[in-house]
């Protein structure tokens, strides 16, 4: 398996697993995020193809999709999402109904949402009327 990722933590935990192939994306570190991010990041992603995206999400909504707290993040998001042939969010329910300054993506490019069960009951059906594979842990 290999595993793809911009976060420094990621790449740390997974290299110290020893288990993985890992790819740590390169450009400019984001010393908040502990993550790289910018064109050379982006440019990386948009010659890879992978199976599966999985990303986090800061905040969600149906009506106006992923997004992000700044652009950078929200540009190298939308990079994993246009890589990936499946893209997997996880996310608490306290996400729900929030939004951040940069949009990433609207909520159909979602394909499996993985959350808690305190997920807003308008939310859900909304997620689930579009297709998206809600899976409650």
């Given at each position: 398996l290999?595993?793809l ?6 790449a740390n935990e997974?290299l110290?697993?020893?288990v993985?192939?890992?790819i ?6 984001d010393a908040?995020e502990?993550?790289?991010r ?7 992603l948009?010659?890879l193809?992978?199976d ?7 905040a969600l ?5 992923l ?8 540009e190298?998001?939308?990079a ?16 729900f109904?929030?939004s951040?300054?940069?949009?990433v993506a609207?909520i159909d ?6 959350t808690?069960t ?6 859900l059906?909304?997620i ?5 594979f809600?899976e409650?842990?």
């Amino acid at each position: 398996l290999t595993l793809l990722t911009d976060s420094l933590i990621v790449a740390n935990e997974l290299l110290h697993q020893g288990v993985h192939q890992v790819i740590l994306l390169g450009g400019m570190i984001d010393a908040a995020e502990f993550a790289v991010r910018g064109t050379l990041a982006r440019l990386i992603l948009s010659e890879l193809q992978v199976d599966k995206v999985v990303l986090g999400a800061k905040a969600l909504s149906p009506e106006r999709g992923l997004s992000a707290e700044s652009a950078e993040e929200a540009e190298i998001l939308r990079a994993f999402i246009n890589a990936g042939n499946h893209v997997i969010v996880v996310t608490d329910s306290s996400k729900f109904h929030q939004s951040a300054l940069a949009r990433v993506a609207p909520i159909d490019a979602i394909h499996t949402l993985v959350t808690d069960t305190r997920i807003p009951a308008d939310a859900l059906a909304i997620i689930q009327e579009k297709g998206i594979f809600v899976e409650m842990v």
